[in-house]
């Protein structure tokens, strides 16, 4: 499968050499698949055609920081934080790259500027103030990344070092204890996810992911055809791929193919039966198809999970006047 689903990147690649979204989906599956050279080869080609693409410079810049070419990293996420100011990864990846390299006052200004900070920005600015021995910021800031991300087990352990740092032992040994019950927690965790891995579940999901992703770079090639065939195998693949179906659904939709979209939505329904508005779509396919009792059945069952929803009440109402 694995085979399948690199044969498939390829093919797209080889259809649209020109295409910086075909080759940047390309490079994402070699890096998937552990191949850093092919994937680095893709996105270079793919930023050569559009160096305005801030998911590309990031992507690259990753993959060079990994080859510990810190120069070319560091220019990749700059630019990738110029093309897109509301995109965190690149300030953390920059942040964690200058703190290796001892830049910590550089670092704190970059990650400052993340303008929606996570988890991760605040524990790297909590790194950089402790390596500049401000105590009193590091604690804020892993205090912070806490607030954000409650089982962060990293944080517990700098949060204790610090702790301990500042005089406050008990705080440093509460600190501690929680980090290491997390420890125990997560190796058990782990021991038990590698007695029950299911190694072809994964490989499914990963494989069903990157047909859906090309069939709709097809479908914006205007491969309509193709990008049909990518997304029935996805949804063949992985029984729980809700992007695929959408689109499936879309597209029988347009081809008049009304009951098999409510196939498709009925196979939603069943992946996310809370989401009401998978309900309510399998209701209108259901109505289009004439099978107006099961079209109310679902909509009554979308009305039942929204219930201050105007638009599944008036739907609801045309489907009764019909009955």
Sequence with gaps: ??????????????????????????????????????????????????????????????AFAIKEDSAKA???????????????????????????????????????????????????????????????NAKRRYETALKLKPDYREVYYSLATICARLGEREAAEAHRAKFNGMQDATQERGRRVRSTLDVLGITRQSTAKTHTDIGRVMAAMGKADEAERLWRRAAAIDPANVESRIFLAAVCLRAGRAAEAAARYQELAA???DNAEAHAALARARAMAGDVPGAIAAIERAMALDPANARYRQFHETLSARK
């Excluded at 490079?27 to 270079?44: C, F, R």
């Design 271 to 273: 992946i996310e039966p």
């Design 74 to 136: 560091e220019a990749l996420f700059r630019k990738a934080i110029a093309i897109d100011r509301t995109f965190a990864e690149p300030y953390e990846q920059l942040g964690e790259l200058l703190i290796k390299q001892g830049r910590l006052d550089e670092a704190v200004a970059v990650l400052a500027a993340v303008p929606a900070p996570t988890a991760k920005t605040e524990r790297f600015l909590g790194q950089a103030y402790q390596h500049l021995r401000d105590y009193a």
């Design 1 to 62: 499968m694995r085979e399948e689903q690199r044969r498939e990147a390829l093919r797209l690649a080889a259809m649209f050499p020109q295409s910086d979204d075909a080759l940047y989906l390309v490079g994402l599956v070699h890096n998937e698949q552990g191949d850093w050279k092919a994937a680095t080869a893709h996105w270079e080609k793919a930023l050569a055609l559009d160096p305005s693409r801030a998911d590309t410079c990031n992507n690259l810049g990753y």
